[in-house]
């Protein structure tokens, strides 16, 4: 029989040792949903007991994430945009970096009339979702052609009141007419993906990689889908933090004009968009 803050030193420990990030935040995330302890459990439910099932549990789960398996598979759900969106094998995890291409999709929209929206590689549904709950009236496509993504985006769609339309589809082939295209591309190159952290090596390959150059969907989204971009609409691109003058590039050579650059918390580039003339 093990007190909570037993478990949970015994467990930051191996963390530490095993090189996780955040120690100590991960244990507290761990335990809090698996065991459905309070936040920073040694210190709010320290002298609890553990019964031997929740025991057997919480070491199981640490072992997991010992070996590199992301905490975020591990609990089955992550946050984003203050929203809890379900994860796992099969689908790319939500990044917070990401928010950053939600919050200038919403500030381009903010007084504008509701926008028809599509976002392409929709995986999770992290964004589609996360811009049809914030702007109010808008119209949402998500479209995924992954079946495993596909199931989380149905199943995240259903859990935040189907506020998006899902589309089984491949993000090449261009339809419709929307005011915004926006996306998240996979957008990895051939030789970073030989280096990827130990975690993300379980996400999908087919979220992760972008050609040899990291740049083909930048391509191809930016010129199929620029006929079925109402005049004066958006373009708004997640990129890499080394493609923001190719991906600018490739977006005026497409006959976009007013391409930004932005900049996350950290002052990488992260986001572009650009209008529709
Ligand atoms: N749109 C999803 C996200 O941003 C998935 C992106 C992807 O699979 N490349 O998390």
């Known amino acids: 029989m093990m007190k909570v803050k037993e478990a949970f030193?015994?467990?930051?420990?191996?963390?530490?040792?095993a090189g996780v990030d955040s120690p100590a935040f991960e244990v507290s995330v761990l335990m809090e949903d698996l065991l459905a302890l309070p936040r920073?459990?040694?210190i709010t439910a320290g002298e609890t007991v553990l019964e031997t099932e929740q025991e057997e549990k919480i070491f199981a789960a640490a072992k997991k994430r010992e070996e590199g398996y992301p905490l975020q598979y591990i609990i089955g759900n992550w946050e984003f945009f203050g929203r809890k969106f379900f994860v796992g094998e099969g689908v790319l995890i939500p990044r917070p970096e990401t928010e950053l291409l939600?919050?200038?999709v919403l500030k381009f929209f903010s007084r504008k009339i509701p926008p028809k929206i599509i976002d392409l590689c929709?995986?999770?549904?992290?964004?589609?979702?996360?811009l049809a709950k914030?702007?109010?009236?808008?119209?949402?496509?998500?479209?995924?052609?992954?079946?495993?993504a596909f199931e989380y985006l149905s199943k995240n769609n259903a859990?935040?009141?189907?506020?998006?339309?899902?589309?089984?589809?491949?993000?090449?082939?261009?339809?419709?007419?929307?005011?915004?295209?926006?996306?998240?591309?996979?957008?990895?190159?051939?030789?970073?993906?030989?280096?990827?952290?130990?975690?993300v090596t379980f996400e999908p390959e087919t979220a992760l990689f972008?050609?040899?150059?990291?740049?083909d969907f930048y391509r191809a989204i930016a010129k199929n889908w620029f006929e079925h971009i109402n005049?004066?609409?958006?373009?708004a691109f997640e990129i890499g933090d080394t493609q923001g003058a190719e991906v600018k590039n490739i977006l005026l050579e497409n006959g976009y004009l007013f391409v930004s650059v932005l900049q996350d918390y950290e002052g990488r580039d992260r986001v572009v968009t650009a209008i529709k003339p």
């Open 9 to 17: 030193e015994i467990i930051k420990e191996r963390f530490e040792k």
């Open 40 to 42: 920073n459990p040694e």
């Open 102 to 104: 939600c919050e200038a």
């Open 122 to 130: 929709s995986g999770s549904g992290c964004i589609a979702i996360t």
């Open 134 to 148: 914030e702007l109010s009236g808008a119209s949402v496509s998500a479209l995924e052609l992954y079946e495993g």
């Open 159 to 199: 859990f935040h009141g189907n506020c998006v339309k899902t589309v089984r589809g491949d993000a090449l082939e261009a339809f419709g007419n929307f005011d915004c295209v926006v996306s998240n591309p996979p957008y990895i190159t051939g030789k970073e993906m030989k280096e990827l952290q130990k975690e």
């Open 210 to 215: 972008g050609g040899e150059d990291g740049l």
């Open 231 to 235: 005049s004066g609409g958006l373009i």
